[in-house]
């Protein structure tokens, strides 16, 4: 499995079957404005977390994909998805985590999640995580001192941080920096894109991988 970043919320897992086809999944193409540039990409299924990222689907990838965009359960090209419904009442904001399984990896994508706290009944429907894409920059998700304790609460065996500030990005977030004190790290192993398999990944305790856009 290679997991691509592209900034934001915006990820690209691809599978590396040993017998059919690659599948490619895509999860948050850019909300209008941002500043980022995202050439078109095969994409066989399309998530989207939030409405502003949905609406971008139809300009960005135009190949006949299986579109996901809110809770629920889901199967496409072999993968499983599922879809959590997250409310903010405070911020009057719906957010969807999708969890799904690629190459026998349990992946958890937040979305633009800004709750600080996770339900227990949202806990029990993400399960164990193995990698973990979360928001660590604010904006109009969680920050780093918040992220520090969903992670704590999730207990994944690998963190992928997004959005966050890079070069380009019109929207003004917190550095990745931050999120590496807030956890304790002085430099975190960092990617161009992530390939891995299920017994690459960490065992004895949560690990900060950055992949860079």
């Known amino acids: 499995m290679i997991i691509t970043w592209y900034g934001q919320f915006c990820f690209q897992i691809t599978t590396s079957p040993k017998k059919g086809e690659q599948v490619s999944i895509?999860?948050?193409p850019f909300e209008k404005g941002s500043?980022?540039?995202?050439?078109?990409?095969?994409t066989d299924i399309?998530?989207?977390?939030?409405?502003?990222?949905?609406?971008?689907?139809?300009?960005?990838?135009?190949?006949?994909?299986?579109?996901?965009?809110s809770p629920g359960e889901y199967e496409a090209k072999g993968i499983f998805v599922h879809g959590i419904s997250v409310v903010d009442s405070?911020?009057?904001?719906?957010?969807?985590?999708?969890?799904?399984?690629v190459g026998g990896i349990r992946i958890c994508h937040l979305g633009n999640l800004s709750l600080e706290e996770l339900s227990s009944e949202q806990m029990d429907?993400?399960?164990?995580?193995?990698?973990?894409?979360?928001?660590i920059g604010g904006g109009d998700a969680i920050d780093s001192k918040q992220a520090s304790k969903i992670i704590k609460q999730i207990e994944p065996r690998l963190v992928v941080p997004m959005n966050y500030n890079i070069p380009g990005l019109k929207v003004k977030l917190e550095e990745l920096q931050q999120f590496l004190n807030v956890m304790g790290i002085e430099s975190a192993q960092t990617q161009n894109k992530l390939s891995i398999k299920k017994k690459d990944l960490p065992t004895e305790k949560t690990t900060v991988m950055v992949i860079k856009p």
């Open 26 to 28: 895509v999860i948050d």
């Open 35 to 42: 500043g980022l540039k995202l050439s078109k990409i095969k």
């Open 46 to 69: 399309l998530l989207s977390t939030h409405d502003d990222s949905s609406k971008n689907e139809a300009i960005v990838f135009n190949n006949g994909h299986f579109l996901i965009t």
């Open 90 to 101: 405070e911020k009057k904001k719906k957010t969807t985590i999708y969890t799904m399984i």
């Open 125 to 135: 429907q993400i399960g164990e995580v193995d990698i973990l894409m979360i928001s």
